[in-house]
């Protein structure tokens, strides 16, 4: 029984690390005054670092090529309460990085500083953009030199912090329950509500509709 118990928590962290692991990479296409926002649900008290590159299509040519200095990139985070926590414009190739301090749905959007930039006009950009939230923003690397930490170091402070991050996110997904569960009572709630008013609303019109059906059999004398 005990065995079991410990295959069965040894399977759940590997599945929990493999989750982790995952970053988020991708690529996409803006043109001169077009502006593209993501959703990313993060944990309160985590640390993202996005990184970017821009490549400019090259009519001629028919590919895209790297673009060049003059073109930059403006990005502006916002967080759960609208509020935002980084608006900044980088070049043409960077990284950009914050904070969260409310759990939650945050949006990251990016648009070109075309205006300025006469190449670019009536053009198409290729973004390529990676994402990475908590652990996986630390470059461990450079952590072990400054630290000057042993591998076996190293591999537990990677682990301490990977069991910070799973806790965070479990935090966050307790949050987002109990939301769910106030959104849940407050609608059954609304409905009882609308289900009493209803009934009271027919009982007092079939009351109005007995007294009138009665009132106007007296007016006939038919009762």
């Excluded at 399977?11 to 988020?24: A, I, P, R």
């Excluded at 959104?183 to 079939?206: D, F, K, M, P």
Aim: with cysteine; aromatic share 10%.
């Amino acid at each position: 029984m005990v065995s079991v118990r410990m295959r069965s928590c040894v399977l759940s962290v590997l599945l929990l690390n493999v989750f982790y692991n995952v970053v988020s990479s991708l690529y996409f296409h803006i043109g001169e005054t077009e502006k593209k926002c993501f959703i990313e649900e993060i944990p309160d008290e985590t640390m993202i670092i996005g990184n970017y590159r821009t490549q400019l299509y090259d009519k001629q040519r028919e590919e895209y090529l790297p673009a060049t200095q003059g073109l930059g990139m403006f990005v502006e985070v916002k967080d759960p309460d609208d509020k935002v926590i980084l608006s900044r414009q980088y070049g043409s190739e960077g990284r950009f990085t914050f904070t969260s301090h409310t759990p939650g749905e945050h949006q990251i959007c990016l648009h070109s500083n075309s205006s300025k930039f006469a190449l670019f006009a009536g053009g198409l950009l290729r973004v390529h953009l990676d994402i990475q939230v908590g652990e996986h923003a630390n470059n461990y690397a450079e952590i072990a030199a400054k630290d000057k930490l042993t591998e076996l170091q190293l591999r537990v402070r990677q682990l301490v912090e990977q069991v910070d991050q799973i806790q965070k996110e479990q935090n966050y997904q307790r949050y987002r329950e109990e939301r769910f569960r106030q959104t849940s009572e407050s609608t059954n709630q609304r409905v009882l509500w609308w289900s009493i008013v209803q009934t009271l609303i027919l009982v007092a019109i079939g009351i109005w509709q007995m007294r009138h059906l009665k009132s106007f059999f007296e007016a006939k004398k038919l009762v």
